[in-house]
């Protein structure tokens, strides 16, 4: 049950644009969830918001992630599958996407009630391969993305791939690239998702399953941030505004970067209004393009204009 005190508060929340339809997955059920079949045996389970995934074999079940936010749902569902196809319920294995508690920190719920997240048992440099019942996962890092940690999570008998936090089926990243730490690994990840053989595309989070289309659109209004950055870094002088802040230097840099961020920001929050979900969230495409922007600035250039 809600406050008044909170009911005032999201009553008050913006008018923002109708989300395109392509974005939405399907309904959850009563208790939360919803839980799909992605190819054979592997299945997946969202709560609107975030994704966990599953494989029943023979010999057990292995789960891929856990958000607290789906929590017991993930239980729920693997008993669902598991009674409703007559194999075992019994999760042997689980793996870990990366170290964010936000998609581990109800793996507890599955280790039988272990009070933390429970610490990885096997770890891998570049690549590892998991087998059980007959069944092949391959796991490979590719270097840092979202976090130093994020790997790819391959299913080569499904056709599916399992990469979280990079690519939002049908939406925008949120605040500052999807808040993550390596910017250039991040713009250069959804390259390396495309290079693996798949079908579908376990993102992490929303409703639906990515296809190869939502990776491609991503990779589209980013190249467009940084289209736009490189443009505005070069036209926009910041010695105005440096002026302007007269002793107080940082205000004149704020001055500088905001107008930056505002140049480059403006034209891609118009051109994907209504093709990307929350794209008119402006906060979200500002605190990308800035973080973006930052990248192009400090690791690869242009900076901004030479004084003279």
Known sequence: MTSPAENAETANLPDYAPIPRSALGPAVNEQGYYVGRVERNLYYVTDGVYQSAFLTTDDGVVVFDAPPSIGGNIRRAVDEIAAANGVTNRITHFVYSHHHADHGGAASLLRDGDPARPVPEVTFGDRYTLELGGERV??????????????????????????????????????????????????????????????????????????????????????????????????????PYYVAGGENFWAGVKGHLDAVTARAAAPVVAKYTGVLAAADIEEFTYTTTFQIMQSLRLDSGPSGPVHP
């Open 138 to 239: 391959e796991l490979a890092w590719h270097g840092p993305n979202h976090t130093p940690d994020n790997i790819y999570i391959h299913f080569p008998d499904h056709d599916t791939l399992m990469f979280i936090d990079v690519v939002n089926a049908g939406w925008v990243p949120i605040y500052n690239v999807n808040l993550s730490e390596d910017v250039p690994g991040y713009m250069q990840a959804p390259a390396v998702a495309l290079d693996y053989s798949w079908r579908h595309l376990i993102c992490g989070h929303l409703g639906r399953l990515a296809t190869h289309e939502d990776v491609t659109l991503h990779q589209q209004y980013i190249a467009d941030i940084v289209a736009s950055s490189k443009e505005a870094l070069a036209s926009v002088n910041p010695v």
